[in-house]
Structure formats: C-alpha cells, structure tokens
C-alpha cells in the first residue's frame, strides 16, 4: 500500500467553494482511480483512468472532475455543484485497468463541508 | 447501482469467536478480491481468487469462491482483536473490468 501519496489528509471548506485533492504515485501504475467512502456505503467509484489524458466517469460522477496530465498524478476537483461532498476519499491506483489487478490504496483525505 | 452484496453489514464477536462475511453477484465474476480496511485506515488487498470452486488460506483466514463463480466468502477463525476493521470485496460486474466494491462487513471484536 505505499507509493500512493494524497494531500491534505484532512481538509476544510466552505459551501460553495471547489476544492482538490491532489493524488500521486510512484508505482509506476497506468490505472488510478477516485473513490469515495460514506458510512456504510462501501466504496464508490467516482471517476478513473487507464492512462495519461484519459479518464471516465465512474458510478457518482456528478459534481467532481479529474485531470490526468501526468502519469503519476490524478487530482480530484470537488465542485461547488457536489450537493454533499462531506466525505472521506480515497485515491488508488493500479497496474492496468484490468479486473485482476490489485488496486492500492492511499490513505485517504476527509474532507469537512462547514 | 450496487451489483454487489456483502452480508453482515456489522458482526459483533467474542475474542476467540470465529467471523464469516459473505459476498453475493448477481452476475458471474471473473475473479473476486478482499481487502481490509481498519479504522481510520485505507483498504489494504488481502487475497484474489479466480478459479470455480477455489479455496485459499492465509495463516486464520479462508477465502471461498463459489462454484457458479456469483459468490465468496471469508472466515476467520479465532478472532484476535488485531482482526478489528471493514472486511470489503471486489469484482468487475457488469461487463465492466473495474472491480465494484461491496458496502464492507465491520468486524468487532470484544475482548
């Protein structure tokens, strides 16, 4: 699980204004992906990438956007339009996109809503 | 949504007790995989299974794979304390090749 890096681990904002979470890794992975975690909902998969300048939407896209201009990077951008993005969100990555590969995790930033 | 189900959403146990989480698919899953995420923590992978039918150990832990490939499990035999956390699988579904997470079992255990 190390190699995967996500700032701030903890992060405050107001209603109304976006805010990104950075991720980067240094595995040398293809695929990264976006998660967000509730309590007792799991773990959502809000957008992905199988490579650089390529990424999809995920199950809960609507109100988050990504970039993917570097291979090792994948911020995630928590828009004002998200009606609830108090949340804790997890960032992985993973050898490919393929359905085998181990997805690693970092270790989250809980972003605070006020 | 959800395509993949995972019972009990919370167990409760004895130290020493033994803990079995299930995971259902509606659909055939190619491979399933479990990850542990304590608390305050993130998912750590624990174990991936491919074949029908197979069955695999990791020291107290036993991890299933159904037969028709739709459905898995994990045992934990003896609870320890350090076995406290979320227990989640995985599997592509859908025809899509990114694993869907399930909504995880939390393990307590009481010493």
């Known amino acids: 699980d190390g190699g995967i890096t996500q700032s701030p681990k903890y992060l405050f904002r107001k209603e109304g204004q976006n805010v990104t979470l950075s991720c980067e890794q240094n595995?040398?992975?293809?695929?990264m992906y976006w998660y967000r975690q509730d309590p007792g909902q799991g773990l959502r998969l809000i957008y992905y990438?199988?490579?650089?300048?390529?990424?999809q939407k995920g199950d809960i896209a609507e109100g988050y956007s990504v970039s993917r201009e570097k291979k090792e990077s994948f911020p995630l951008t928590v828009t004002s339009a998200q009606k609830n993005p108090t949340a804790f969100y997890l960032c992985?990555?993973?050898?490919?996109?393929?359905?085998?590969?181990?997805?690693?995790f970092g270790p989250g930033t809980r972003l605070t809503v006020l | 949504g959800q395509q993949v189900m995972q019972i009990p959403q919370y167990q409760h146990v004895q130290e020493g007790e033994d803990f079995t989480t299930y995971c259902n698919s509606s659909?055939?899953?190619?491979?399933i995989q479990w990850y542990k995420q304590r608390p305050g923590g993130h998912p750590v992978f624990l174990i991936q299974?491919?074949?029908?039918?197979e069955v695999k150990k990791q020291k107290r832990l036993t991890f299933q794979f159904g037969e028709a490939k739709k459905n898995s499990s994990l045992h934990i035999t003896a609870t320890q304390t350090t076995d406290v956390g979320t227990y989640f699988c995985?599997?592509?579904?859908?025809?899509?090749?990114?694993?869907?997470f399930g909504r995880g079992t939390s393990l307590i255990v009481h010493p």
């Open positions: 659909t055939t899953l190619s491979n």
């Open positions: 299974l491919v074949k029908s039918g």
């Open positions: 992985a990555s993973s050898y490919s996109a393929g359905g085998t590969d181990t997805q690693y």
């Open positions: 990438s199988q490579i650089v300048n390529d990424f």
């Open positions: 595995l040398n992975h293809d695929a």
């Open positions: 995985a599997g592509p579904t859908g025809g899509s090749y990114i694993p869907t």
